[in-house]
């Protein structure tokens, strides 16, 4: 299966994990690829007008992995900036991830998981698999891995 995983990362931790799903992809024999969505000022407190500089294209993937960071409590305003750039998603599987600082999922995760899962449908791809990594968390490996097992099932 030919499967993109996009995503949308200020720090490197959502990075780090969606090239995780990737690895364990590839070692299931699926074609990936890791594109990454990028602004002209990527500052999480931006206020104004988002300019998206690397918009990445769905359209390619049969099956397609989004995910972003919590800010202020919901989905990265970046994120929600290319969710409303996306094309029909109809025939195409997909999965979401989100990373975030706090340890508690009621501060934001389980919120932004939800706004990509709506965005994505709306678009037509019923989302099959998600996944929350609490970075400040001790169990954050844990909690790594079994994002990285859910959603390489895709």
């Not at 969505?37 to 500052?43: F, L, M, P, V």
């Not at 706090?102 to 099959?128: C, D, E, H, N, Y």
């Not at 996944?131 to 954050?140: C, K, L, N, T, Y």
């Amino acid at each position: 299966m030919n499967i993109g995983i996009i995503i949308y990362s200020h720090t490197g931790n959502t990075l780090s994990v969606g090239e995780k799903i990737m690895e364990a992809l590839l070692d299931k024999g699926h074609s990936v690829r890791l594109e990454q969505i990028s602004a002209e000022n990527d500052d999480p407190q931006v206020k104004g007008p988002i300019r998206l500089t690397m918009i990445p294209d769905p359209s390619p993937y049969d099956a397609v992995i989004f995910g972003g960071p919590v800010a202020g409590a919901q989905l990265s305003p970046f994120m929600k900036e290319y969710l409303t750039r996306l094309p029909a998603l109809r025939d195409k599987k997909a999965a979401c991830f989100v990373t975030q600082h706090f340890k508690l999922k009621w501060m934001g995760s389980t919120r932004a998981v939800k706004q990509i899962t709506r965005a994505v449908t709306q678009r037509g791809a019923p989302v099959i698999a998600s996944g929350i990594v609490q970075w400040s968390s001790e169990a954050r490996e844990e909690q790594i891995q079994k994002v990285v097992d859910s959603l390489s099932r895709i």
